[in-house]
């Protein structure tokens, strides 16, 4: 599977092109109502080149990352006469990437489709590298597809009216990329006085270098690539039990929580000397507010665990840290060791 090209800023004139000198019979426009309103008037108003398109709205936020939004859009793309020469624009963050994507590559086996990011997240992670999927009874990302985008098309100008909490969210995937392959990127982003969109912009490439240096090893994550599941394998676990709470947490901020609880992990397992693990707790204590997680929770949080992708047979296989800026995975744990790193992230909350 041969990586999509990543644009980065001048998108508009390279959409144009593409849309002058390929052939589609239907051009679809998704987009959520927050990308709806903020986004697509800036990319409209850059394009020379586009003819007759159609808008697919779906609702926004990872309770909708369901088989059911597909199939709704299945049908919609089915009334208004998509065919397998159809293009699907994705104008939005990673669940409307994931779910756009998914229904791209799986409608009569398989139509064109273009990621354009508009939250940190997306750009940095989600909407480059080839996975997209959907959400099952609340388990992440359990039914999918490995399918390139035709390109991936990144604007910062997009984050200017992006909420803050979404821009530490999308920050926590960047901080995964510097703690897995780059220590310098993490050295960084720490670093940065503020974590707001504009001083993180200039880092957007670094993030994305690795993220496809990552993927080019193992497109379909048989092996190397499983090191971007750093903190997910807790961290969706986390997302997965507090999607069913009023207050859900976002991805990133999931994750986050993700990473430090399986830091403690890398450094039970001897992996993680102790200066790095404490350099891990004190760049992301500078950046979030972190609180300790009820242990009542723990079961629950195993049940999620269990479901992981990664694991095989009965043992939960993680993706550890040995240093920061180096990954290992396929790390086998036990139940005893993981609720022992939960205590030790606890006791260090304090
Ligand atoms: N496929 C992958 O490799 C991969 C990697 C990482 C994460 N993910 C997935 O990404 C998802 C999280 O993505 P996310 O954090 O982008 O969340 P999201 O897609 O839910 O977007 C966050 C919110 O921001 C709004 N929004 C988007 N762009 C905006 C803009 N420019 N201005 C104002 N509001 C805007 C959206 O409407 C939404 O309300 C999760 O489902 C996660 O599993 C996928």
Redesign the pocket.
């Known amino acids: 599977m041969k990586a999509a090209t990543i644009h980065f800023e001048v998108i508009s004139s390279v959409l144009d092109q593409y849309l002058k000198n390929n052939r589609y019979s239907t051009l679809f426009f998704l987009v959520?109502?927050?990308?709806h309103f903020?986004?697509l008037p800036l990319l409209l108003a850059d394009l020379d080149h586009l003819d007759a398109y159609e808008i697919l709205e779906i609702e926004?936020?990872?309770e909708h990352?369901t088989i059911e939004t597909v199939k709704n859009l299945w049908l919609a793309l089915t009334e208004l006469g998509a065919d397998r020469d159809t293009l699907v624009i994705n104008l939005?963050?990673?669940?409307?990437?994931?779910m756009g994507?998914f229904m791209a590559s799986t409608f009569k086996r398989g139509v064109k489709f273009i990621n354009i990011?508009?939250?940190?997240?997306?750009m940095v992670?989600?909407?480059?590298?080839?996975?997209?999927?959907v959400?099952l009874e609340g388990m992440?990302?359990m039914v999918g597809t490995f399918t390139q985008p035709e390109m991936v098309l990144i604007d910062p100008k997009?984050?200017?009216?992006?909420?803050p909490r979404?821009v530490k969210?999308?920050l926590a995937?960047m901080l995964k990329h510097g703690l897995i392959y780059d220590r310098d990127h993490w050295d960084n982003l720490v670093q940065l006085l503020q974590h707001d969109a504009e001083s993180l912009a200039p880092f957007i490439m670094d993030s994305i270098f690795i993220k496809q240096a990552v993927v080019d090893l193992d497109p379909y994550e048989k092996g190397k690539r499983k090191i971007?599941n750093f903190g997910h394998t807790i961290g969706?676990a986390i997302?997965s039990e507090s999607l069913e709470t009023d207050f859900p947490l976002?991805?990133?901020e999931a994750i986050v929580i993700g990473m430090l609880i399986e830091a403690f992990l890398s450094h039970q397992k001897n992996l993680l000397p102790t200066e790095d693990l404490v350099e891990v707790c004190e760049g992301f204590e500078s950046i979030y507010a972190l609180s300790a997680i009820d242990l009542k929770l723990f079961p629950n949080l195993m049940g999620w665990m269990k479901h992981d992708k990664k694991n095989t047979g009965s043992a939960i296989n993680f993706s550890l840290i040995d240093q920061i800026g180096q990954c290992q995975f396929n790390i086998a744990c036990t139940e005893n060791e993981i609720k022992e790193a939960f205590e030790n992230y606890n006791e260090w909350i304090g």
């Open positions: 959520d109502e927050m990308t903020h986004c926004s936020g990872e990352k939005g963050g990673g669940v409307l990437t994931d994507g990011p508009t939250t940190l997240l997306s992670d989600a909407s480059a590298g080839g996975k997209n999927g959400d992440k990302n997009f984050l200017k009216t992006l909420d979404q969210s999308g995937e971007l969706h997302e976002l991805h990133g």
